[in-house]
């Protein structure tokens, strides 16, 4: 079946600019997670959502950062006004709601000029 | 405060070698344990899940000991493609994020 997509698969900005990073999770995984991946580093939870419940955004670095999540599928994260250090890989990752395994789609890569 | 801790090595070993890498977490609240593998470039891949007892799937056996909150993996029979990033990973109640460990490298070579 289909994974977890992703778009663009990647994006280059000006500092400053706005920019809308696109998840769409496997079908029927009621649970989805942004990360980002700097160069050589680890991930970095950034926000969950699980069904209507109110997302877990604590691990957002900077009220520049936003996520949504329509319809309890497709989710947009949002990053305002991009500064050099946001250039990372951002990766989204589904499950189902009974179980913590994670599926990741192939991430997005942001580079900040 | 590291909440998962692994060795980022790399470890170089032959074909054939066997290979075991640790990672210790922090957090005693954490509940489900798992491994994954990335690829140089690519998104993690969840490997296998780590449960009480231990678990074994083909070459690939991890262990869990909770008393001294440390997670492990064990390779038999390396093979070239075995060469990736290992992420430990750890987790608290349902409805929290999963943390992930910065990596142990494993290059095998022919």
């Known amino acids: 079946g289909a994974g977890v997509s992703q778009s663009p698969s990647n994006k280059v900005t000006e500092k400053g600019k706005d920019v809308e990073l696109r998840c769409d999770p496997i079908?029927?995984?009621?649970?989805l997670y942004w990360y980002r991946q700097s160069l050589g580093q680890g991930l970095e939870f950034l926000i969950y959502?699980?069904?209507?419940?109110?997302?877990?955004k604590s691990g957002l670095p900077s009220d520049r950062f936003s996520a949504e999540r329509t319809g309890g599928s497709v989710s947009t994260l949002t990053i305002q006004r991009t500064q050099q250090e946001d250039s990372a890989v951002y990766l989204c990752?589904?499950?189902?709601?009974?179980?913590?395994?994670?599926?990741f789609g192939p991430g997005t890569r942001l580079t900040v000029t | 405060r590291k909440e998962v801790e692994q060795d980022p090595g790399p470890f170089n070993v032959p074909e054939g070698a066997t290979v075991a890498f640790n990672c210790t977490y922090s957090?005693?609240?954490?509940?489900?344990f798992f491994w994954y593998r990335q690829d140089c470039r690519k998104e993690p891949k969840l490997l296998m899940s780590?449960?009480?007892s231990g678990n074994e799937d083909g070459r690939f056996t991890a262990q869990l000991n909770r008393a001294s909150q440390y997670i492990s993996l064990l390779i038999r029979d390396s093979k070239l493609s075995d060469s990736a990033t290992y992420l430990c990973?750890?987790?608290?109640?349902?409805?929290?994020?999963?943390?992930f460990g910065k990596g142990t490298t494993l290059s095998v070579s022919s």
């Open positions: 990752a589904s499950s189902f709601a009974g179980t913590r395994e994670q599926y």
């Open positions: 079908s029927g995984h009621t649970a």
């Open positions: 959502f699980q069904g209507n419940s109110a997302p877990d």
């Open positions: 957090n005693s609240a954490s509940q489900s």
């Open positions: 780590v449960y009480s």
């Open positions: 990973v750890a987790g608290a109640r349902a409805g929290t994020a999963l943390i």
